[in-house]
């Protein structure tokens, strides 16, 4: 039997020839690949390069929008008015709680983190659970909290508590210059006053700072060059002087009280240059609480309401006839008690006549009918054209939020009607502000200039205070005719109805004013509004303070017994804020002496 040869057992491994075509296809498909991916690296470094590199700074880069920070408010002399402060508001997750030394899976209950966070924000452990109830994330527990007691709160180490820190404004002041000030609402948005009408004067010069990251996160310094972080310290400087508005206050809101009044307002300014340095009005609110209150008193009715000045608008008058020789400083009228004009009764507020009156005794007894003939000297063309100039039917010039026109009626109506000058001759048929009325009495005190009332002195730098400004104003009057008209005020106040508003030592005029009130043209039964204006020192004119009470009760409620024992308590302290000295002598004692 033939025997088999064994196979082989190692093959002979036998390579073919690749073939050429495949070679060269491989090589140009790597050549397109890497030739490809070259156009592309041409084209994003050249082509897209800018567009590429925006969205990667986009992504590098954290944008952080200013706090938006307010530049404080001061008074005169450099009080705080209103001023940003840091607060802390906290936040509580109860998805996280969790107490430090826990073990990592257990979660503490929103009693249990209520319990150690009650006594520190002083609340009931009760109302911190029902403030939580179900929610999983982002329960606001407190606001406007110090940082001091939120860093107490952070010290406690509870997971899922978190604090926000930023800007509260606060007003130091409270009420006291809550109708001039103004607020802000929780989101920091002005609504009333001068945070309203200075928003962008009070926003603290801040800009958007945009900080580079790297792979990590971690904050880089490039791009944060000197004077990133740059915050102004300018604030508001405002004219009022705080001593003198906490009495104006104080004694307006007592008398408003004691009278059952709607309301009142106080007013002084400095005539010269039209600086006020008290404006204030009852019933007022706390501008730190503002939502506690009714949001009518959120603006200032001395500003921005209008009423008939009644008798304190005759020394204007008066004034008027003597610039245009209608009056002579010894000009007498005969007060006859009542009249009639074009079938309308005028009587005077007592009911009395006082016979043949010289003109300071028409200022002393306040006479409605020899005002009546007094302006009947003029001719009723020229008289509204004087209404007209000194700006009855126009707003005044000033930087008070919200200040309106007064109302005067159409040439044609005052010219065809003989009613309307003649009750203008007394303060009624037209309106304006207390704000209007207070600037005409300033052209009395200052020689003739209607000047601008203002409330600000302009924005400071650091300890830096303004000085008063200059004396201003549009000529209106002569100086001469404003002195004599001061003269007959002061003899008001001697011997008139002003003598409530006598100071010892002191040349006060004033001049008190009782007026029915207006609704819809028809006077309401028994409603009045009664005011008196107060100019000093008569010896060197300087100051007008002004006062209203709107709807006084009672049968003895006239200018006389409720507006000026407030305007004499505000003028005693301005005298001595201001350090007035005494006038040497009174008129009635040169008088005296001359005699």
């Known amino acids: 039997m033939a025997r088999k040869t064994p196979p082989n057992r190692h093959r002979v491994l036998q390579l073919h020839p690749v073939p050429s075509s495949r070679l060269v296809t491989v090589v140009v498909?790597?050549?397109?690949?890497?030739?490809?991916?070259a156009l592309r690296l041409g084209w994003?470094?050249?082509m897209e390069g800018q567009k590429l590199e925006a969205k990667a700074r986009q992504v590098q880069t954290e944008k952080l929008d200013p706090l938006g920070r307010r530049r404080s408010i001061v008074d005169r002399t450099g009080r705080l008015l209103a001023i940003d402060e840091e607060r802390v508001t906290v936040w509580a997750h109860p998805r996280y709680f969790h107490f430090p030394g826990d073990d990592p899976g257990r979660k503490r209950s929103n009693r249990e983190v209520a319990l150690r966070l009650a006594p520190l924000l002083g609340l009931d452990p009760d109302v911190l659970v029902a403030r939580l109830g179900s929610h999983r994330s982002g329960v606001k527990l407190a606001t406007n909290l110090e940082p001091s007691l939120g860093s107490r709160l952070k010290a406690l180490g509870i997971d899922g508590i978190?604090?926000?820190h930023g800007p509260q404004r606060i007003y130091p002041q409270g009420p006291l210059f809550a109708n001039v000030v103004g607020f802000l609402n929780l989101e920091r948005i002005p609504q009333a006053g001068l945070e309203q009408s200075l928003?962008?004067?009070?926003?603290?010069?801040?800009?958007?700072?945009?900080?580079?990251?790297?792979g990590d996160g971690t904050p880089l310094p490039d791009g944060l060059g000197a004077g990133s972080m740059f915050r102004d310290d300018l604030k508001l400087q405002l004219t009022i002087d705080t001593r003198l508005q906490r009495v104006a206050q104080m004694e307006l809101a007592r008398q408003v009280k004691k009278w059952n009044a709607k309301r009142g307002a106080a007013m002084v300014m400095d005539a010269?240059?039209?600086?006020?340095?008290?404006?204030?009005?009852?019933?007022?609110?706390?501008?730190?609480?503002f939502w506690r209150h009714q949001p009518g008193l959120f603006?200032?009715?001395?500003?921005?309401?209008?009423y008939e000045p009644g008798s304190t608008f005759k020394p204007i008058n008066i004034a008027i006839g003597l610039q245009e020789k209608a009056l002579q400083p010894n000009t007498r009228l005969n007060d006859t008690g009542s009249l009639q004009i074009g079938g309308w009764p005028i009587f005077n507020n007592d009911k009395s006549a006082y016979g043949l009156i010289d003109l300071p005794t028409t200022l002393q007894v306040s006479s409605n009918v020899a005002m009546v003939k007094a302006m009947q000297k003029l001719k009723p063309a020229l008289y509204w054209q004087w209404l007209d100039r000194i700006g009855i039917g126009t707003a005044p010039d000033t930087d008070l939020p919200g200040a309106v026109s007064g109302q005067l009626k159409s040439r044609a109506t005052f010219l065809e009607n003989p009613i309307e000058p003649a009750t203008a001759a007394f303060g009624q048929g037209f309106a304006l502000t207390p704000l209007k009325a207070l600037q005409l009495h300033g052209m009395l005190v200052n020689g003739g200039k209607l000047v601008s009332p203002h409330i600000t002195r302009g924005l400071r730098s650091g300890d830096n205070l303004a000085d008063a400004a200059a004396s201003n104003g549009l000529q209106l009057l002569d100086p001469k005719v404003c002195k004599l008209v001061l003269n007959w005020l002061e003899t008001v106040v001697e011997k008139g109805s002003g003598k409530a508003a006598q100071v010892p030592g002191y040349r006060i005029g004033g001049k008190t004013g009782t007026a029915q009130k207006a609704a819809n043209g028809v006077y309401i039964a028994g409603a009045r509004i009664t005011s008196f204006v107060a100019h000093l020192p008569i010896n060197d004119p300087r100051y007008v303070v002004l006062v209203v009470v709107d709807e006084p009760q009672g049968g003895n409620a006239y200018g006389s017994t409720v507006a000026a024992p407030v305007a004499k308590s505000i003028i005693e302290a301005l005298l001595v804020i201001e350090q007035i000295p005494p006038s040497k002598t009174s008129a009635s004692n040169k008088a005296l002496s001359k005699a």
């Open 29 to 37: 498909l790597l050549i397109l690949g890497l030739g490809g991916l």
């Open 44 to 46: 994003l470094q050249v």
């Open 162 to 164: 978190d604090f926000e």
């Open 199 to 214: 928003e962008k004067d009070l926003r603290s010069q801040e800009s958007s700072i945009g900080i580079r990251r790297g």
């Open 272 to 289: 010269r240059n039209g600086e006020l340095l008290a404006l204030t009005s009852v019933p007022t609110y706390d501008p730190n609480q």
């Open 299 to 306: 603006r200032e009715w001395s500003v921005q309401d209008l």
